[in-house]
Nanobody
């Protein structure tokens, strides 16, 4: 099992940017798919962005063009660059790992980091 620790959340005004980091330990994630999810109060957790073991990426339509997921396998870390933030982006953002590499079975989760976007 891989342990994941998110960081980089905070308060930002609409239109601003944040960069989230997800540091993995316990196992190398180079062969994993890594994903970012978010959950707002009273809402279901939703997929935000994923990066497959190949480095290819996929995004929820709501964040496409604004968010960028990336990975640095040498640092065993994934990132989520969030630009042009909107109030509706406010949520707890969690990092997850899928050992299959294809982002369809996320088994390991971080603790989450709060992102709050003010209007």
């Amino acid at each position: 099992q891989v342990q994941l620790i998110e960081s980089g959340g905070g308060l930002v005004q609409a239109g601003g940017s944040l960069r989230l980091s997800c540091a993995a330990s316990g196992r190398t994630i180079s062969g994993y798919a890594m994903g970012w999810f978010r959950q707002a109060p009273g809402k279901e957790r939703e997929f935000v962005a994923g990066v497959f073991w190949t480095g290819s990426t996929t995004y929820a339509d709501s964040v496409k063009g604004r968010f960028t997921i990336s990975r640095d396998n040498s640092k065993n870390t994934v990132y989520l660059q969030m630009n042009s933030l909107k109030p509706e982006d406010t949520a707890v953002y969690s990092c997850a790992a899928d050992r299959t590499g294809w982002g369809r079975t996320y088994n390991d989760w971080g603790q989450g980091t709060q992102v709050t976007v003010s209007s």
